[in-house]
């Protein structure tokens, strides 16, 4: 049987933000209706989407040039490419084999895409096995619960994977968060706080009560402070969290700033500073010196330092799921964009490097 939805009686049309050239995204982005087909393999299941949310990476993927997009993504040219890929929605359909889910169920998680298979769509197709596909919190909304997975898979993935923080009571633990007012530094402030830890944030004045509110122990304003002397004043650290780029810490890297040989310098974005220009591990590639440091870390001649990525474990996204429960961590809202019209001005916003939190589209507006 075919409903209005439905363009033939195995494909659903859904209403989704896409661009077939790489570009600016704010430029290239078109709305339209893409089929989604609804023969489902024995584990695949299609989400309603109620709510995305906006991350710098979804610009910097549409920022890839155009010939590393067809010859070496292979994304398909003059295919539609969706972006984003944090979500919140509710399960629509699933394959026969389906176990973890049934219709209706509320499912929140991150499906991140190279190639444009992106959240910015009313429907998606996707496996049961994602390892970050779960069950949404029942205390978090759709808005809440979207604009929560790749920033705490990310901050997890650092504090813990990579920093060895862990929840217990050694608060003698002490972390610098560089960018502590963003997307992803709002998360790892309060994390960071409910593992019991010290935290250092910076951000600039406007945001100072912010930070404190996030869970900041001190706040330094980079705006009228030098980074470098106000840091080393709180520190040394065990970790410090580099959420927004470039080298400014790097030449100071001793005892001041690192409390033992087992303290770690971790940076998500890297030496570069352009927003626009696609950040963590691909950094490594054009950039000699960040190789060189992570070398000489790895042998034992330098203080640890690494440009990492978010780790999408299913172990990781347990976590999640069981912090946001407690309550220990609480998604911080900058704006709300409507899904039918806002979009466009949603990326805008993100653009400007200044949001506090999360900026998410609301698919039922
Ligand atoms: N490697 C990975 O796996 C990974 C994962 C997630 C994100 N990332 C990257 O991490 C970066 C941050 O992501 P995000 O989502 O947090 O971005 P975001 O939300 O756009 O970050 C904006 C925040 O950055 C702050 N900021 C800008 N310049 C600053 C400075 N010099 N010092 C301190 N704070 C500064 C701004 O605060 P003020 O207004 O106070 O300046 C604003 O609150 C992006 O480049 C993103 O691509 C990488």
Redo the contacts with the bound molecule.
Sequence with gaps: MTDSKTSSTNSLLSKAWVYYEQGPITQILQQTSIPIDTELGLNELIIEIKAAAL???D??IGNIPQWIANWILFTGINKPKVPAADFSGIIYKIGSNVTKYKIGDEVFGLNFSLTGNGCLSQYIKLSENLPTLTHKPANLSHIEAAAIP??F??VY?ALNNWGGFQNDDTTDQKVLI?????????IACQMARAMNKYVVG??????IEF?KQMGANEVID??TND?VSASKEYGPYDIILD????T?LIPYLNSDFLKSNQSIYL????DK?S?GV?????SYIFTPAMVFRSLKSMIGLGPRYY????SLTEENTNQMVSMLKKGMIKPVI?SVFEFSNHVKQAYER??????????VIDFDK
Aim: glycine share 18%.
């Design positions: 991350n710098p990476v610009i910097q790749l920033a898979l990310t993935t560089l960018g502590a007012s963003g997307g992803v530094g709002h910076v951000c600039s004045t406007q945001n930070v980079y705006t980074v959420c927004v780029g470039g400014q940076t998500i974005v890297g500073t927003r696609m950040g963590g591990v691909a440009c990492i990525n978010l900058d993100l653009d400007t490097g200044r949001v506090k939190g999360k900026v």
